[in-house]
Nanobody, 130 residues
Framework: QLRLVESGGALVQPGETLRLCCGD?????????IGWFRQAPGKEREGVSC????????VYTDSVKGRFTISRDNTKKTVCLQMNSLRAEDTGVYYC???????????????????????WGPGTQVNVSS
């Protein structure tokens, strides 16, 4: 059973960069597809990015394309999200989660929604403000 933990959240100014990472120090991630989600106050949790178990398939929501990059290092058992050119609209609690393997294998779900994922981490706060 994965017990994912996120790290890297902070308070930054617009235009700056953060790198969030996610992993389970005690359990291998193997071929799980891993997604990053975020939730702003008063809004629903939304999918930000997803990476397949092999690392060769990446998915991004339109608002972050060209700014965010997802990657994984299976040796280090981590999945990270490089976030460049941050905007105030990027503010929220960021979560990582694993796609349900019995349904999706090592692929990112076709429908990039929270119900397709499990083993949620506790989240890390990202604040982008001037």
């Amino acid at each position: 059973q994965l017990r994912l933990v996120e790290s890297g959240g902070a308070l930054v100014q617009p235009g700056e960069t953060l790198r969030l990472c996610c992993g389970d120090p005690g359990t291998p991630m193997y071929g799980y597809a891993i997604g990053w989600f975020r939730q702003a106050p008063g809004k629903e949790r939304e999918g930000v990015s997803c990476i397949s178990g092999s690392g060769d398939s990446h998915v991004y929501t339109d608002s972050v394309k060209g700014r965010f990059t997802i990657s994984r290092d299976n040796t280090k058992k981590t999945v990270c999200l490089q976030m460049n050119s941050l905007r105030a609209e990027d503010t929220g609690v960021y979560y990582c989660a694993a796609a349900v393997y019995t349904q999706h294998g090592n692929n990112c779900p076709r429908n990039f929604r929270p119900p397709e994922f499990g083993s949620w981490g506790p989240g890390t706060q990202v604040n982008v403000s001037s």
